[in-house]
């Protein structure tokens, strides 16, 4: 049934704001009639939904508390409030294919992948998890626009808080171990890869090879008059050693250099590395803590935010937003 429908019917009979909850609900289902039983039973269990029922269950308590009438103006702001607030995070993700026939079609596991609003609670080597299945489904600035329009409104819980300021710290986390762990389609190498410093016996090996194509090419010049009698052998000798010996002591001329270069470039190299790994280690330290299921002081997570944002990271300011809005809230817990 459509919203429009649902209204039109409020409007002719006596409801109840459980069943306003329930038309809304039906109208956000995204899995076609067709998905299979399991895949429908999967959808009702993922994040997704389940923001949007409960920011649907804070509408239905405010028209509650104000005694507004099933059906009305009034409760029907109320409730569509509180589903556009959780459908624009929902959105923001993209993990849904949009075709019926290929939503029809997802397995139950597929279908909790692609409606996750967080990393699985499971994970416990969120490098490995971010090496399989790289960035998290929606970008930062998304998110952070979306989680603008729930503080801008009426309706606000911990458990929202909660999830939001997870999924805000956890796309920033992914992002980074991402880019650096992700490997370039040009180069192939990861950008933490790429502060390996060059090998020097690799170096001198190349540059012997480079110096043995040279001998081999002077060689050969030298011994062009035995193919092509018309050429001066004299000349053709002189000319080959000639090329021969200044190759040879250019090449030894830039292995000496590269040498050098890769000497002094290895403890800068080696910074940068540790840098990297710090920061994921930092992060990933950070992501443990805070996917628990247990409480979470709302003082020390932003202890704990500052402390990486002064590291360098750079968080969505939608982070800053939300926390701001509950600290003013005075949530002291989430």
């Not at 899995?31 to 923001?51: F, G, I, M, N, W």
């Not at 702001?77 to 294919?97: C, I, K, N, P």
């Not at 090329?243 to 050098?260: D, K, P, R, T």
Request: glycine content about 6%; proline content about 4%.
């Amino acid at each position: 049934m459509s919203l429009e429908s649902f209204r039109e019917s409020l409007a002719r009979s006596h409801s109840t704001h459980e069943k306003s909850v329930e038309i809304y609900l039906e109208n956000s289902i995204m899995l076609p009639q067709d998905a299979s039983e399991e895949a429908r039973k999967a959808e009702v269990r993922t994040e997704s939904y389940q923001l949007i029922k409960h920011m649907l269950e804070l509408a239905q308590k405010h028209c509650e508390e104000q005694n507004l009438e099933p059906g009305s103006n009034e409760a029907f702001a109320a409730f569509d409030e509180g589903h556009d607030t959780a459908t624009s995070v929902v959105h923001a993700y993209q993990g849904l294919s949009f075709s019926m026939e290929e939503r029809a079609a997802l397995t139950p596991e597929q279908v909790t992948e692609k409606m996750a609003l967080l990393v699985p609670n499971h994970v416990t080597n969120l490098v490995a998890y971010v090496k399989e299945k790289g960035k998290l489904g929606v970008p930062q600035d998304w998110l952070s626009d979306a989680v603008g329009d729930y503080v801008s409104g009426r309706f606000k819980s911990p458990a929202v808080d909660r999830l939001l300021a997870q999924s805000l710290t956890q796309v920033e986390i992914v992002a980074y171990m991402d880019e650096m762990l992700g490997k370039s389609p040009l180069s192939g190498m990861s950008k933490l890869e790429e502060t390996y410093s060059p090998s020097v016996t690799k170096a001198v090996w190349n540059f012997f090879k480079l110096i043995s194509g040279v001998l081999l090419i002077s060689f050969g010049i030298a011994a062009l008059p035995m193919l092509f009698s018309a050429l001066p052998a004299d000349g053709m000798l002189l000319g080959g050693l000639t090329f021969g010996a200044l190759g040879s002591i250019i090449l030894l001329a830039l292995l000496v250099l590269a040498i050098v270069g890769i000497l002094r470039e290895k403890p800068a190299s080696k910074r940068r590395r540790q840098s990297i790994l710090n920061m994921i280690d930092r992060m990933n330290g950070f992501f443990l803590e805070f996917k628990s299921s247990g409480p979470f002081s709302t003082a020390h997570f932003r202890k704990r935010v500052d402390d990486l944002a002064e590291a360098g990271v750079v968080w969505p300011s939608g982070l800053y937003v939300l926390l701001d809005d509950m600290e003013a809230r005075g949530v002291r817990v989430f």
